[in-house]
């Protein structure tokens, strides 16, 4: 993976999680000032606008890293950091569904059963992706044709 596309992955997850749990925040833990008020913060609606403009990116930087990334790793059988990276490889399929789902939903039983799931997975993701960077990186066995790009 090129440092280009790492720091497009990390800026995509920082935008898509940033948003989401600032939009979270205010949607369950925010009090109103004003007992009449439609929304629990005046950003509250802007918050979750942002949030469903940057989620695309998360899918597009996933794909991005996909083959080159995830799944030559798991071809070479490689061990290092694969427990995180299995974790966001789970989480991220029922993250981005859930996140659709959420929205064409109609019905209220289903809409919350999709933002339980949502949350849950999205908590897993943001925790996986965190730990995944901060874990070691090996600094042997690299092969010539990854020199100049970001372990990770």
Same mark, same amino acid.
């Given at each position: 993976?090129?440092?280009? %596309?790492? *720091?497009?992955?990390?800026?995509?997850?920082?935008? !898509?999680?940033?948003?989401? !749990?600032?939009?979270?925040?205010?949607?369950?833990?925010?009090?109103?000032?004003? %007992?009449?008020?439609?929304?629990?913060?005046?950003? %509250?609606?802007?918050?979750?606008?942002?949030?469903?403009?940057?989620?695309?990116? +998360?899918?597009?930087?996933?794909?991005? +890293? *996909?083959k080159k990334h995830v799944w030559e790793r798991v071809v070479a059988g490689s061990r290092p950091r694969r427990k995180t990276g299995l974790l966001l490889f789970a989480v991220?399929?029922?993250?981005?569904? &859930?996140?659709?789902?959420?929205? !064409?939903?109609?019905?209220?039983? *289903?809409?919350?059963? *999709?933002? !339980?799931?949502? +949350?849950? &997975?999205?908590?897993?993701?943001?925790?996986?992706?965190?730990?995944?960077?901060?874990?070691?990186?090996?600094?042997?066995?690299?092969?010539?044709?990854?020199?100049? &790009? &970001?372990?990770?």
């Amino acid at each position: 993976m090129s440092k280009a %596309e790492a *720091w497009f992955s990390h800026a995509a997850t920082l935008l !898509v999680g940033g948003t989401g !749990v600032a939009y979270g925040w205010m949607r369950y833990f925010a009090k109103p000032l004003d %007992e009449f008020a439609v929304v629990n913060h005046p950003w %509250e609606p802007t918050t979750l606008h942002l949030h469903l403009l940057f989620a695309p990116l +998360v899918i597009f930087a996933c794909g991005l +890293v *996909w083959k080159k990334h995830v799944w030559e790793r798991v071809v070479a059988g490689s061990r290092p950091r694969r427990k995180t990276g299995l974790l966001l490889f789970a989480v991220f399929a029922p993250m981005a569904a &859930t996140g659709y789902l959420i929205q !064409v939903t109609t019905s209220d039983a *289903w809409r919350q059963a *999709w933002i !339980v799931g949502h +949350v849950a &997975t999205s908590v897993l993701w943001i925790a996986g992706y965190g730990l995944h960077q901060l874990l070691p990186r090996p600094s042997h066995g690299r092969s010539p044709r990854h020199s100049g &790009t &970001t372990r990770g």
